[in-house]
């Protein structure tokens, strides 16, 4: 029985009432939509602190975890994204038609997260080609950009809050022509109509989430009053915006409508590419040493199509994005390591949930030293792969639990060439896992990185501070960092969109949002899934954990209780800390010849499927 954590939603929406609304729902779901929108946005805000490692709140007030099962399902964390999404497989649009509805909706409705503004990447399975193929729509490094440009005079790093809003931590953004690119591939509905929901509700309006005023809460927090257009939009008269007031986003909906009219491209030539450029260069204003973009660093972007990273673990093949994203490595490693300790199989032992947290750290250690963009080489993802490799760091592992763990050297190299960077600021961020009737999944995470980026907007947009995914101090003990800054570059993420296979055929598709915890998120999941057995529902609000340095971060208030008791995954040399996670994970399984979505009560995810 799944424990409502829902304290101030009504009881007509939890526990009881639950089955009446959910039956109605099925037959009646724009009704419940409305209804259930209604009552979120008069829900009181509640914000969590601010800090470094939790930039994007998780909900204190939890609703019960959505979950939908059918031919074609849609998992999103937004109702009114899920609901546009569904209403695209409704009309017999592909998984990726879908994708761009969801995606423009997100940007209208969940602009804290992502947004045209932003990047990402894309996972997508074809199933008529049983192919699997990745978008990568990350943020570049603009023309003039220097590799200290997150650096005082005096060579020490900016402030994190200073970074966040820094108009040099503003990569040229992917999100659109990944969409544009995928579209134009797969898509099966014109895209004009695609982007039509999220027009009309910028231009209409609707009823901001409990969410998005929380966020734009925090936002103030981290100071917005660098930039005009934020505070008009989003903090009318210096208050978040009010419950229970439509709220419209004029400019962005003609932003959308140039792009339906003219395609993706229009992002990045032509009239509207010239207004973000001169919107984007306007920020001199507040940042005068901003070097600003030049109108090539628009026209040449392009989305590198990646083949996959996949591995058979636990019995399956699990497949995910390659660098620049640090994610997908981590995610494969800490199952092979957790594979390799043995100790893993029953969520009731806390020694499955020690390892699981020690296999992350471990995890950790490699990707944050070894990825970078592969513009500049290849990263030695098959060696930090190689089973004797992770079998020897396994052994190292369960030697001394309560050693930090450093990064490693795998087969065929000699020395460590990178300097080690120290440990960055983490990071606001959504994933939408999709499945179409013809089975084509997109499992798709996107993001403008901080809560609503630097907010900064141009053209009704949130603009993205995605370059603060670089590191920021270029050299460390004489020796260049792999992730350093420069022209072109890609930063490191850490997003991890994942898809996993059975007999050759998908079973399962998620990501998360969560800054560097992504990757401990989705293990967990995975764990949960694939060797737990656990169903979607559970393997979603079970409780997650996260190493940061020499703690170990255990959640507290999780979705569903603790199978164990968390004081007992105590290691000697790491602190336990107990907090509030806010991953927005975004699961599909399929049991049977059914797909069966759910989605992260800790944020306000919706799931919807086609029966
Ligand atoms: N910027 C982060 C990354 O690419 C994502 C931030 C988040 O998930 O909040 O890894």
Redo the contacts with the bound molecule.
Sequence with gaps: MVRSCNRSLPTTLSSAGARLGWSLFRSRPTLMIGALLLLLSLSPVSAAPVSRDD??QADTRKSRISTAAGSAVVVTANPLASKAALNVLASGGHAVDALVAAQAVLAVAEPQ?SGLGGGGFLLHWDARRQALEVFDG?ETAPERSRSDDLLKPSGDPLSYRAATRNPDAIGIPGTVALLWEAHQQMGQRPWSSTLQPAIRLAREGFLPSPRLRSSVALAQRLGATHNLAFQQLYLPGGKPLPAGRLFRNPALARTLETLAQHGGRAFYEGPLAQRIQSGVNALTAQAPNFKGWSANDLASYAVVRRSPLCRVLMKHRVCTVPPP?S?GLAVLQTLALLEATGGFNDPDNPQSWRDLALAESWADADRLYWVHDPIDGSVPTQGLLNPSYVQARAQAMQASPGRLPQPGLPPGLKRFPFGRPGPGP????SHVTIVDGAGNIASY?T?V??VFGSRNLVEGMVMNN?L??FDWRPVVGGLAVANRRRPGRR?????APTIVFNNQQPVLALG?????R?PHFISRVLLAALQWAEPPKRSVGLPLLSPQGDSLVIEKDPPLPWPINPNQLNVPGRKLRSQTLGSGIGLLQRIGDRWHGAADPRREGTALALP
């Excluded at 983490?426 to 961020?429: A, K």
């Excluded at 930063?491 to 997003?495: G, N």
Aim: hydrophobic share 15%; no cysteine; aromatic share 0%.
């Design positions: 930039p994007e997260s990350r994203s994610g983490e990071l606001g961020t995470t993001t990185e901080t995605q603060t995914d930063p490191v993420s850490s997003m998360s949002p969560g800054g560097k992504i």
